[in-house]
């Protein structure tokens, strides 16, 4: 299995974990879909991300839900987990994490479709929970997206 990872250019699953200090997108590790001829859903949830406001400095906790149709390539767990860790000391806005995890996850795999949402919890008694999606230009997923965007907060 060790040879079929390094096969693949898998560096983070099974060697000792080394965390990053601040926003670290070239964590992210991909590895060949299987299944390529089906359509299906990929979820992640993330319930204790953590980042920074970029004016206090104080920390804002989220569950960060990333949910994906795959393409040729998915993104490698542990690698996400190290990816989304990596924010724990950036200053960054709710918005901003957000679009973030899912511009730099397009870019690493180019799925097919995207969507990225962040659970924050309240600070100063307000929650914020911003939502960001992605369907590829010119196919179906970019109808999806426009349809999902328009009905997101329904689920």
């Given amino acids: 299995m060790n040879l079929q990872r390094e096969a693949e250019g898998l560096k983070a699953l099974g060697t000792t974990t080394a965390y990053r200090q601040d926003y670290a997108p070239e964590v992210l590790e991909t590895f060949e879909n299987k299944h390529q001829d089906n359509d299906y859903w990929v979820r992640f949830n993330c319930p204790e991300f953590t980042s920074l406001c970029p004016i206090t400095g104080q920390p804002d906790f989220a569950e960060i839900r990333i949910n994906y149709i795959p393409d040729v390539r998915m993104v490698e ?13 950036h200053g960054d806005f709710h918005e901003d994490c957000v679009n973030t995890i899912m511009k730099d996850l397009i870019r690493l795999m180019d799925p097919k479709y995207i969507e990225v949402t962040g659970i924050f919890t309240p600070r100063g008694g307000i929650s914020i929970y911003p939502y960001a999606n992605y369907g590829r230009k010119g196919t179906k997923y970019e109808e999806m997206a426009a349809f999902r965007l328009l009905r997101h907060d329904m689920a």
């Fill in 77 to 89: 767990s542990k690698s996400l987990k190290l990816y989304l860790f990596s924010f724990r000391n």
